[in-house]
């Protein structure tokens, strides 16, 4: 796999060109940001602004974001060709969430064998919202909380044809485990989700549940499929073929 040139296209199909159902989109000459209803997360996608301009940029960007009243983040990729981009925004009052996610990527057509012979779990392919319940009934499970906003945006993707696939796998008829995929226009398919409640972790519920969406992918024609990946389950990914593209860090405002 050429790392570059999938750097390259990873930018402009899902940072450049990617839309999401619930955000507005906004193109400046220096960002791509994307504005959700309140009170969700805005945030800043992509930076072109060269590095001596990246301080007026990010007050003109906090100016704008700041009296809407709702939260923001800045990605800074570490691929990106702006080194002080951290800095400046540290300085103006943004504070990195601690929570890097390392950007994996799997050319589809090289899914290692053994992902296509699993077939032992019980997974199950959610396509009402009804059936939302378990996904919330797990992510609860797994995060505390009540994760009731997966009725509204995930109930709401699932109605767009062909945007969304939710999988979630059963031990003794109970959700004990779910995963998703999102398919937006271009090369990738996205992965999310790879939640299992932890009475039931090391039952090999994360591959299966990663094999059945590689299968989809695949049936689909979508070369790669990207997982923006945390501590637990970065190596397994990569123990399934899965390359390390680039690291994303969110900054946070936090200022005044």
Same mark, same amino acid.
Request: proline fraction near 6%; charge should be negative.
């Given at each position: 796999?050429?790392?570059?040139?999938?750097? *390259?296209?990873?930018?402009?199909?899902? &940072?450049?060109?990617?839309? !999401?159902?619930?955000? &507005?989109?906004?193109?400046?000459?220096?960002?791509? $940001?994307?504005?959700?209803?309140?009170? %969700?997360?805005?945030?800043?996608?992509?930076?072109?602004?060269?590095?001596?301009?990246? /301080?007026?940029?990010?007050?003109?960007?906090?100016? !704008?974001? =700041?009296?809407?009243?709702?939260?923001?983040?800045?990605?800074?990729?570490?691929? #990106?060709?702006?080194?002080?981009?951290?800095?400046?925004? *540290?300085? $103006?009052?943004?504070?990195?969430?601690?929570?890097?996610?390392?950007?994996?990527?799997?050319?589809?057509?090289?899914?290692?064998?053994?992902?296509?012979?699993?077939?032992?779990?019980?997974? &199950?392919?959610?396509?009402?919202?009804?059936?939302?319940? #378990?996904?919330?009934?797990?992510?609860?499970?797994? !995060?505390?909380?009540?994760?009731?906003?997966?009725?509204?945006?995930?109930?709401?993707?699932? =109605?767009?044809? %062909?945007?969304?696939?939710?999988?979630?796998?059963?031990?003794?008829?109970?959700?004990?485990?779910?995963?998703?995929?999102?398919?937006?226009?271009?090369?990738?398919?996205?992965?999310?989700?790879?939640?299992?409640?932890?009475?039931?972790?090391?039952?090999?519920?994360?591959?299966?549940?990663?094999?059945? $969406?590689?299968?989809?992918?695949?049936?689909?024609?979508? /070369?790669?499929?990207?997982?923006?990946?945390?501590?637990?389950?970065?190596?397994?990914?990569?123990?399934?073929?899965?390359?390390?593209?680039?690291?994303?860090?969110?900054?946070?405002?936090?200022?005044?």
């Amino acid at each position: 796999m050429n790392t570059n040139s999938v750097l *390259t296209t990873y930018d402009k199909d899902l &940072r450049l060109h990617v839309v !999401y159902p619930e955000a &507005r989109k906004e193109i400046t000459d220096d960002v791509v $940001r994307f504005i959700r209803q309140a009170p %969700g997360m805005n945030f800043v996608s992509f930076t072109f602004a060269d590095e001596h301009k990246l /301080p007026g940029v990010i007050e003109r960007e906090v100016a !704008y974001l =700041q009296p809407l009243n709702q939260p923001f983040t800045w990605k800074v990729y570490e691929h #990106d060709r702006l080194p002080s981009l951290a800095e400046n925004l *540290t300085r $103006r009052g943004f504070v990195s969430d601690g929570d890097p996610g390392d950007v994996m990527v799997l050319a589809v057509k090289d899914a290692p064998a053994h992902l296509s012979e699993r077939g032992d779990a019980d997974i &199950r392919r959610i396509t009402a919202r009804e059936g939302l319940k #378990d996904v919330v009934s797990v992510l609860d499970g797994v !995060y505390g909380g009540s994760n009731t906003w997966v009725h509204e945006r995930i109930g709401g993707h699932l =109605q767009i044809p %062909g945007y969304l696939s939710m999988y979630a796998a059963y031990v003794d008829d109970q959700p004990v485990s779910v995963a998703w995929t999102y398919f937006p226009p271009g090369h990738f398919a996205t992965l999310f989700g790879g939640s299992t409640l932890p009475e039931y972790r090391g039952r090999g519920l994360y591959t299966s549940l990663l094999a059945r $969406r590689l299968r989809e992918i695949g049936e689909r024609g979508v /070369p790669f499929a990207v997982v923006e990946a945390g501590p637990m389950s970065q190596p397994i990914v990569a123990r399934h073929g899965f390359q390390h593209l680039t690291t994303a860090h969110d900054y946070v405002w936090q200022g005044s």
